[in-house]
């Protein structure tokens, strides 16, 4: 059984034993803690988990689309076939409709009709979140200038959180930081996250910043070493409880599915090169094996 998959089954078991039932926005409870910590060895375990199959092409091209093209257009993630980003993509004028859980005037949640209005210079996009501030502040590039040209430098610091332009995101940053260190010839990577959906998001997250960590050291020359992961808000939606039972059911199995691997084209230097396309060829996780597929609902 892979590490990642131990450490994940003891977070869902802390959640489901000592967390507390909260209403959120989202109309569906959540179960939460109000932190957690986790830290990986890159060097010697590639983090994806195998008590249920995760689609990692679309973790893979998420992360890409986020930091290497620097894109907030959701088109970009569906020729792909990647459709994570649906649900909040802008429409054709560049708004954007959902149903929530808001306070009313006696500051109570109750269920409304939101509607943003972004303008149609935004239409099909997430508004001014995660690529685009990587664009507009060119943090990837000057993340990369950093490690090769003053690696002991302690402000590599890449935050996705931009009060300036909150309002005109769709759904603020999750994972909303990461810092980098330079030790001993080896990258190392801090993250940071807001808010958690264990169930969902979290394997997609640390699977994706996992393969961004390793394809910046590539490019930096350096080896790849830890990431350092904080959480605040870990939770688990009351209606993705059964699944995460079903999960913790097949660990407690003790089926011994080792770690897969990660394979990084060596031909490529830079960063902005490593193909995008649905097929991913320089980057690839081999010798995967998982338990199946668990279906988890989303919650908008």
Request: glycine share 4%; net charge neutral; proline share 4%.
């Amino acid at each position: 059984m892979s590490k990642w998959d131990k450490e994940y089954i003891k977070l869902c078991k802390k959640i489901l034993k000592n967390g507390k039932e909260v209403e959120n926005r989202t109309g569906i409870n959540t179960i939460k803690i109000p932190g957690y910590e986790f830290e990986f060895d890159l060097s010697k375990e590639f983090p994806v988990l195998t008590t249920k199959q995760l689609f990692f092409k679309n973790a893979i091209t998420e992360i890409l689309w986020i930091y290497q093209v620097a894109s907030n257009d959701v088109r970009w993630l569906k020729e792909r076939g990647n459709h994570i980003w649906d649900e909040w993509e802008c429409d054709d004028n560049g708004d954007w409709h959902a149903t929530q859980m808001l306070p009313n005037q006696d500051g109570k949640l109750e269920k409304q009709e939101v509607v943003k209005h972004f303008g149609k210079e935004y239409a099909h996009t997430i508004g001014t979140a995660y690529g685009w501030i990587v664009n507009k502040y060119h943090l990837i590039d000057n993340l990369i200038d950093k490690i090769k040209n003053n690696p002991t430098d302690r402000r590599m610091i890449m935050s996705l959180w931009q009060n300036e332009f909150l309002d005109t995101a769709v759904l603020p940053s999750c994972v909303w930081c990461t810092e980098w260190d330079v030790t001993d010839g080896k990258l190392n990577l801090w993250v940071h996250q807001r808010s958690c959906d264990v169930p969902l998001g979290l394997p997609f997250n640390v699977t994706q910043y996992a393969v961004l960590a390793n394809l910046i050291a590539h490019v930096t020359g350096l080896k790849v070493g830890k990431m350092y992961w904080s959480i605040k808000d870990a939770h688990i939606y009351v209606n993705q409880v059964d699944g995460i039972k079903e999960q913790i059911k097949r660990f407690d199995e003790n089926k011994d599915l080792p770690a897969p691997k990660l394979w990084i084209n060596p031909e490529i230097k830079n960063f902005k090169d490593f193909d995008n396309s649905r097929e991913l060829k320089d980057i690839k996780i081999v010798d995967y094996k998982h338990m199946g597929k668990i279906e988890f609902p989303i919650a908008q």
